[in-house]
Protein backbone atom coordinates (compact mmCIF):
# COMPACT_ATOMS: atom_id res chain seq x y z
CA UNK A 1 0.00 0.00 0.00
CA UNK A 2 2.67 2.20 1.25
CA UNK A 3 4.55 1.48 -2.26
CA UNK A 4 1.71 2.70 -4.54
CA UNK A 5 1.13 5.64 -2.55
CA UNK A 6 4.23 6.32 -3.23
CA UNK A 7 3.88 5.74 -6.75
CA UNK A 8 1.33 8.12 -7.38
CA UNK A 9 3.03 10.58 -5.50
CA UNK A 10 6.51 10.69 -6.78
CA UNK A 11 5.76 9.60 -10.43
CA UNK A 12 1.90 9.49 -11.66
CA UNK A 13 1.18 13.08 -10.03
CA UNK A 14 4.56 15.01 -11.30
CA UNK A 15 3.91 13.07 -14.94
CA UNK A 16 0.44 14.63 -15.22
CA UNK A 17 0.98 17.54 -13.90
CA UNK A 18 4.14 18.04 -15.49
CA UNK A 19 2.51 16.95 -18.93
CA UNK A 20 -0.69 19.59 -18.55
CA UNK A 21 1.86 22.78 -17.32
CA UNK A 22 3.88 21.69 -20.02
CA UNK A 23 0.79 22.20 -22.44
CA UNK A 24 0.97 25.99 -21.32
CA UNK A 25 4.97 26.24 -22.47
CA UNK A 26 4.09 23.98 -25.44
CA UNK A 27 0.90 26.53 -26.48
CA UNK A 28 3.80 29.68 -26.16
CA UNK A 29 6.00 28.01 -27.80
CA UNK A 30 3.99 27.52 -30.66
CA UNK A 31 3.72 31.24 -31.34
CA UNK A 32 7.50 31.56 -31.17
CA UNK A 33 8.43 29.18 -33.39
CA UNK A 34 5.44 30.70 -35.90
CA UNK A 35 7.45 33.83 -35.81
CA UNK A 36 10.82 32.01 -36.19
CA UNK A 37 9.38 30.51 -38.85
CA UNK A 38 7.69 34.15 -39.89
CA UNK A 39 10.56 36.85 -39.44
CA UNK A 40 13.26 34.57 -38.10
CA UNK A 41 13.25 36.23 -34.85
CA UNK A 42 13.19 35.36 -31.48
CA UNK A 43 10.12 37.38 -29.39
CA UNK A 44 10.41 38.68 -26.11
CA UNK A 45 7.41 39.94 -26.02
CA UNK A 46 5.16 36.77 -26.64
CA UNK A 47 4.87 36.29 -23.23
CA UNK A 48 2.87 39.74 -22.47
CA UNK A 49 0.45 38.74 -25.36
CA UNK A 50 -0.65 36.43 -22.54
CA UNK A 51 -0.43 38.70 -19.59
CA UNK A 52 -2.39 41.52 -21.64
CA UNK A 53 -5.07 38.99 -22.38
CA UNK A 54 -5.46 37.75 -18.87
CA UNK A 55 -5.59 41.31 -17.55
CA UNK A 56 -8.31 41.62 -20.05
CA UNK A 57 -10.03 38.92 -19.16
CA UNK A 58 -10.00 39.16 -15.51
CA UNK A 59 -10.96 43.13 -15.89
CA UNK A 60 -14.41 42.63 -17.86
CA UNK A 61 -15.22 39.69 -15.96
CA UNK A 62 -14.78 41.41 -12.34
CA UNK A 63 -15.80 44.96 -13.36
CA UNK A 64 -12.17 46.20 -12.23
CA UNK A 65 -11.06 49.64 -12.82
CA UNK A 66 -12.69 50.99 -15.51
CA UNK A 67 -14.24 48.17 -17.50
CA UNK A 68 -17.52 47.44 -17.45
CA UNK A 69 -18.86 44.05 -16.18
CA UNK A 70 -19.63 41.77 -19.05
CA UNK A 71 -20.37 37.79 -19.50
CA UNK A 72 -17.71 35.72 -18.76
CA UNK A 73 -17.41 34.50 -22.60
CA UNK A 74 -17.40 37.86 -23.67
CA UNK A 75 -14.59 38.84 -21.31
CA UNK A 76 -12.88 36.47 -23.07
CA UNK A 77 -13.32 36.95 -26.56
CA UNK A 78 -12.16 40.48 -25.12
CA UNK A 79 -9.22 39.15 -23.67
CA UNK A 80 -8.16 37.29 -26.72
CA UNK A 81 -8.35 40.56 -28.91
CA UNK A 82 -6.80 42.15 -26.69
CA UNK A 83 -3.53 39.74 -26.98
CA UNK A 84 -4.44 39.37 -30.73
CA UNK A 85 -4.45 43.61 -31.02
CA UNK A 86 -0.97 44.28 -29.35
CA UNK A 87 0.97 41.95 -31.18
CA UNK A 88 -0.48 43.57 -34.49
CA UNK A 89 0.01 46.85 -33.12
CA UNK A 90 3.89 45.61 -32.10
CA UNK A 91 4.43 44.41 -35.69
CA UNK A 92 3.09 47.53 -37.29
CA UNK A 93 4.76 50.10 -34.81
CA UNK A 94 7.84 48.44 -33.70
CA UNK A 95 8.88 45.46 -36.47
CA UNK A 96 7.90 46.72 -39.32
CA UNK A 97 10.13 49.55 -39.63
CA UNK A 98 13.17 47.93 -38.11
CA UNK A 99 12.43 44.80 -40.44
CA UNK A 100 15.31 45.62 -42.95
CA UNK A 101 17.50 45.66 -39.90
CA UNK A 102 19.76 42.82 -38.49
CA UNK A 103 17.76 40.65 -36.87
CA UNK A 104 19.35 41.05 -33.14
CA UNK A 105 17.86 44.71 -33.27
CA UNK A 106 14.40 43.10 -33.90
CA UNK A 107 15.25 41.03 -31.12
CA UNK A 108 16.08 43.56 -28.41
CA UNK A 109 13.11 45.69 -29.87
CA UNK A 110 10.65 42.47 -28.63
CA UNK A 111 12.09 42.51 -25.59
CA UNK A 112 11.69 46.49 -25.11
CA UNK A 113 7.90 46.02 -26.06
CA UNK A 114 7.86 43.24 -23.16
CA UNK A 115 9.56 45.88 -20.44
CA UNK A 116 7.16 48.72 -21.91
CA UNK A 117 3.89 46.17 -21.10
CA UNK A 118 5.03 45.14 -17.95
CA UNK A 119 5.11 48.74 -16.17
CA UNK A 120 2.21 49.34 -18.22
CA UNK A 121 0.37 46.72 -16.15
CA UNK A 122 2.20 47.92 -13.17
CA UNK A 123 0.85 51.38 -13.21
CA UNK A 124 -2.87 49.83 -13.48
CA UNK A 125 -2.41 47.07 -11.11
CA UNK A 126 0.04 47.87 -8.75
CA UNK A 127 2.44 44.60 -7.38
CA UNK A 128 -0.98 42.45 -6.21
CA UNK A 129 -1.68 39.20 -7.43
CA UNK A 130 -5.36 38.38 -8.84
CA UNK A 131 -7.37 35.46 -8.71
CA UNK A 132 -8.87 34.16 -12.23
CA UNK A 133 -11.82 32.63 -12.57
CA UNK A 134 -11.34 28.85 -14.42
CA UNK A 135 -12.99 28.49 -17.58
CA UNK A 136 -14.29 25.36 -16.45
CA UNK A 137 -15.17 24.33 -13.08
CA UNK A 138 -14.91 21.38 -11.08
CA UNK A 139 -12.96 18.29 -10.98
CA UNK A 140 -12.77 15.91 -13.46
CA UNK A 141 -10.25 13.15 -12.13
CA UNK A 142 -9.49 12.22 -8.76
CA UNK A 143 -7.60 9.45 -7.42
CA UNK A 144 -5.54 9.01 -4.06
CA UNK A 145 -2.86 12.30 -4.33
CA UNK A 146 -3.85 12.44 -8.25
CA UNK A 147 -6.19 15.39 -9.41
CA UNK A 148 -7.24 16.86 -12.40
CA UNK A 149 -9.44 19.65 -12.55
CA UNK A 150 -11.55 20.57 -16.00
CA UNK A 151 -9.42 24.12 -16.98
CA UNK A 152 -6.45 21.43 -17.03
CA UNK A 153 -8.00 19.40 -19.12
CA UNK A 154 -9.50 22.32 -21.56
CA UNK A 155 -5.83 23.24 -21.43
CA UNK A 156 -4.47 19.87 -23.08
CA UNK A 157 -7.05 19.93 -25.77
CA UNK A 158 -6.61 22.98 -26.76
CA UNK A 159 -2.98 23.01 -27.18
CA UNK A 160 -3.60 19.66 -29.25
CA UNK A 161 -5.49 21.05 -31.06
CA UNK A 162 -4.32 24.20 -31.87
CA UNK A 163 -0.91 22.08 -32.35
CA UNK A 164 -2.73 20.14 -34.94
CA UNK A 165 -4.24 23.27 -36.95
CA UNK A 166 -1.04 25.11 -37.03
CA UNK A 167 0.88 21.94 -38.62
CA UNK A 168 -1.72 21.60 -41.50
CA UNK A 169 -1.96 25.66 -41.66
CA UNK A 170 1.63 25.11 -42.75
CA UNK A 171 1.60 22.24 -44.50
CA UNK A 172 -1.46 22.15 -46.45
CA UNK A 173 -2.31 25.99 -47.60
CA UNK A 174 -1.04 28.25 -49.68
CA UNK A 175 -0.45 31.54 -46.82
CA UNK A 176 0.99 29.24 -44.56
CA UNK A 177 3.61 28.50 -47.57
CA UNK A 178 3.92 32.25 -48.02
CA UNK A 179 4.86 32.74 -44.62
CA UNK A 180 7.93 30.11 -45.03
CA UNK A 181 9.17 31.58 -48.26
CA UNK A 182 8.92 35.34 -46.81
CA UNK A 183 10.97 34.23 -43.98
CA UNK A 184 13.86 33.08 -46.35
CA UNK A 185 13.55 35.03 -49.20
CA UNK A 186 11.52 38.52 -48.33
CA UNK A 187 12.60 40.53 -52.05
CA UNK A 188 12.32 37.55 -54.18
CA UNK A 189 8.45 36.49 -52.51
CA UNK A 190 7.72 40.29 -53.29
CA UNK A 191 8.26 40.42 -56.48
CA UNK A 192 6.16 37.44 -57.14
CA UNK A 193 3.41 39.45 -55.99
CA UNK A 194 3.24 38.24 -52.49
CA UNK A 195 3.13 41.07 -49.85
CA UNK A 196 5.85 40.63 -47.06
CA UNK A 197 3.55 43.27 -45.32
CA UNK A 198 0.71 41.39 -44.98
CA UNK A 199 1.95 38.47 -44.53
CA UNK A 200 4.00 39.72 -41.08
CA UNK A 201 0.76 41.01 -40.11
CA UNK A 202 -0.77 37.70 -39.97
CA UNK A 203 2.08 35.69 -38.72
CA UNK A 204 2.36 38.46 -35.75
CA UNK A 205 -1.49 38.01 -35.27
CA UNK A 206 -1.36 34.66 -35.36
CA UNK A 207 1.50 34.35 -32.93
CA UNK A 208 -0.77 37.19 -30.64
CA UNK A 209 -3.83 34.56 -30.68
CA UNK A 210 -1.79 31.92 -29.59
CA UNK A 211 -0.35 33.76 -26.79
CA UNK A 212 -3.67 34.99 -25.58
CA UNK A 213 -4.68 31.33 -25.03
CA UNK A 214 -2.00 30.71 -23.35
CA UNK A 215 -2.27 33.50 -21.08
CA UNK A 216 -6.40 32.85 -20.72
CA UNK A 217 -5.31 29.50 -20.01
CA UNK A 218 -2.44 29.70 -17.67
CA UNK A 219 -4.08 32.58 -15.13
CA UNK A 220 -6.70 30.72 -13.42
CA UNK A 221 -4.48 27.90 -12.31
CA UNK A 222 -1.86 30.43 -10.14
CA UNK A 223 -2.06 33.93 -8.96
CA UNK A 224 -1.26 35.92 -11.67
CA UNK A 225 0.35 39.56 -11.57
CA UNK A 226 1.87 42.34 -14.40
CA UNK A 227 4.53 39.93 -16.37
CA UNK A 228 3.50 37.02 -15.06
CA UNK A 229 3.86 35.00 -18.24
CA UNK A 230 7.16 36.57 -18.72
CA UNK A 231 8.54 35.78 -15.94
CA UNK A 232 7.05 32.16 -15.36
CA UNK A 233 6.57 30.00 -18.66
CA UNK A 234 8.63 32.39 -21.06
CA UNK A 235 12.10 30.82 -20.62
CA UNK A 236 10.07 27.09 -20.72
CA UNK A 237 8.45 28.27 -23.33
CA UNK A 238 11.69 29.39 -25.22
CA UNK A 239 13.03 25.89 -24.04
CA UNK A 240 10.26 23.62 -25.43
CA UNK A 241 10.46 25.56 -28.86
CA UNK A 242 14.36 24.62 -29.19
CA UNK A 243 13.58 21.49 -27.48
CA UNK A 244 11.03 20.42 -29.99
CA UNK A 245 12.70 21.70 -32.49
CA UNK A 246 12.28 25.81 -33.34
CA UNK A 247 11.08 24.96 -36.87
CA UNK A 248 9.23 22.30 -36.16
CA UNK A 249 5.19 23.77 -35.06
CA UNK A 250 4.35 19.61 -33.40
CA UNK A 251 8.44 20.08 -32.01
CA UNK A 252 7.13 22.67 -29.35
CA UNK A 253 4.12 21.05 -28.49
CA UNK A 254 6.28 18.23 -27.69
CA UNK A 255 8.90 19.93 -26.35
CA UNK A 256 6.54 21.68 -24.20
CA UNK A 257 5.20 18.94 -22.19
CA UNK A 258 8.69 17.13 -21.84
CA UNK A 259 9.86 20.39 -20.11
CA UNK A 260 6.53 20.43 -18.36
CA UNK A 261 7.15 17.18 -16.89
CA UNK A 262 10.97 17.83 -16.28
CA UNK A 263 10.30 20.54 -14.09
CA UNK A 264 7.81 18.47 -12.06
CA UNK A 265 10.36 16.15 -11.26
CA UNK A 266 12.88 18.83 -10.66
CA UNK A 267 10.39 20.45 -8.28
CA UNK A 268 10.33 16.98 -5.87
CA UNK A 269 14.45 17.96 -4.93
CA UNK A 270 13.52 19.55 -1.48
CA UNK A 271 17.19 19.99 -0.82
CA UNK A 272 17.18 21.89 -4.00
CA UNK A 273 15.21 24.98 -3.88
CA UNK A 274 14.82 25.82 -7.85
CA UNK A 275 15.42 23.09 -9.22
CA UNK A 276 12.99 22.82 -11.47
CA UNK A 277 14.54 25.94 -13.31
CA UNK A 278 18.13 24.36 -13.02
CA UNK A 279 16.48 21.15 -15.21
CA UNK A 280 14.94 23.33 -17.58
CA UNK A 281 18.01 25.15 -18.35
CA UNK A 282 20.46 22.52 -18.55
CA UNK A 283 17.96 20.62 -20.79
CA UNK A 284 18.26 23.24 -23.13
CA UNK A 285 21.99 23.74 -22.84
CA UNK A 286 22.30 19.52 -23.24
CA UNK A 287 19.70 19.60 -26.90
CA UNK A 288 21.75 22.68 -28.03
CA UNK A 289 25.28 21.31 -27.57
CA UNK A 290 23.63 17.60 -29.21
CA UNK A 291 21.41 18.62 -31.28
CA UNK A 292 20.68 21.61 -32.11
CA UNK A 293 18.06 21.66 -34.38
CA UNK A 294 16.27 19.94 -31.83
CA UNK A 295 14.40 16.69 -31.50
CA UNK A 296 12.04 17.61 -34.69
CA UNK A 297 13.73 20.56 -36.13
CA UNK A 298 15.66 20.60 -39.26
CA UNK A 299 17.03 23.86 -41.25
CA UNK A 300 14.42 25.43 -43.51
Known amino acids: MLLAVNLTQDITTPLVSGAIQGAVYGLLGLGLVLLYKGNRIF ?15 FAFATG ?19 GTLMALVTERVVIRPLFRQPKVTLVVATAGVALFAIQVELFFNGTNGQ ?32 ALASALFFSRTQTGVAILAVSQEPTATSLVGISVSRISSLTWGMAGFLGAIAGILLAPTTLFGPGFMTTSALIPGFTAAVFGGITSLPGAFLGGVLIGIAEQFGNQIEAFPGANRVVVFALLLAILLARPAGLLGKEA
Open 64 to 82: AGFAPKVPYPLAILLGLLA
Open 43 to 57: NFAQGEFGTVAAFTV
Open 131 to 162: TARPIVDGEAFGSGGLSITWQQVVIVGVLGAL
